[in-house]
C-alpha cells in the first residue's frame, strides 16, 4: 500500500492519502484510494477499474470507470496516452494526454486533454533523482508544473494553486 501525506493551497489542511492496485495478467487494474485531511472525520474514498490496451499507434489506451464517495457518482472513462522521446537515453519525453469522463448522473460528457513535457535526472545528487514536469492542461486551460524528488512532490500551477505530497 501505498501512503503520502499532503498539503495544499486550496484547502490549508494536512491530509493523508493511501492507495492500492491490483493488476491481473491482462492489465485489468483496481485501484482504491482513500484519503482525509485533519479538519474532517469524514474520509473520502475512491475505487477505479480499467482496462490497459497498448495499441501501436498510441501508446496506451485505458477505458474503465470509477466511483467516488464525494460525489456519489459513477464517472466513465476513456484517456488516451502517446509517448515521444525526444532524446536518445529516454530521459527527455513529450506526452499527449486525451479522453472523456462520462458522468451518469448528469449524463454530460467531459472532454480532457494534457500536453506535457518531462525531463529526468538520475544522481541530481547523491541518491536523489529528480523528474521536472511542464504542462498544460486543456480542459483547465492552464499552465502547471510538478517537481518530483523521490520522495517528495510538489504540484502548482499558474494561478497559484499548489500542493505538496512526501510519501511514506
Known amino acids: 500500500m501505498e501512503t503520502a501525506l ?11 492519502k493511501a492507495n492500492e492496485k491490483f493488476v491481473s495478467e491482462d492489465s485489468i487494474v483496481l485501484k482504491l484510494t482513500g484519503s482525509a485531511t485533519t479538519d474532517s472525520t469524514k474520509p473520502v474514498a475512491r475505487v477505479s477499474l480499467k482496462k490497459k490496451f497498448f495499441p501501436g499507434f498510441i501508446t496506451r489506451l485505458n477505458v474503465g470507470l470509477r466511483y467516488d464517495t464525494e460525489s456519489e457518482d459513477i ?16 530521459l527527455t519525453a ?3 494526454k486525451f479522453g472523456y469522463n462520462l458522468r451518469s448522473s448528469k449524463g454530460t460528457l467531459e472532454e480532457r ?8 535526472v538520475f544522481n541530481f545528487t547523491e541518491d536523489q533523482d ?7 492542461d486543456v480542459g483547465k486551460r492552464k ?8 520522495n517528495w512532490t ?13 510519501d511514506l
Open 6 to 16: 499532503t498539503f495544499s493551497s486550496e484547502t490549508a489542511k494536512l491530509g493523508i
Open 75 to 90: 464517472v466513465y472513462t476513456m484517456l488516451a496516452k502517446k509517448s515521444f522521446e525526444l532524446t536518445d537515453d529516454g
Open 94 to 96: 513529450l506526452d499527449l
Open 113 to 120: 486533454g494534457r500536453v506535457e513535457f518531462s525531463h529526468k
Open 130 to 136: 529528480l523528474k521536472v514536469k511542464l504542462g498544460y
Open 143 to 150: 499552465w502547471y508544473g510538478q517537481l518530483r524528488e523521490n
Open 154 to 166: 510538489l504540484n502548482a500551477d499558474l494561478s497559484g494553486q499548489w500542493n505538496i505530497l512526501y
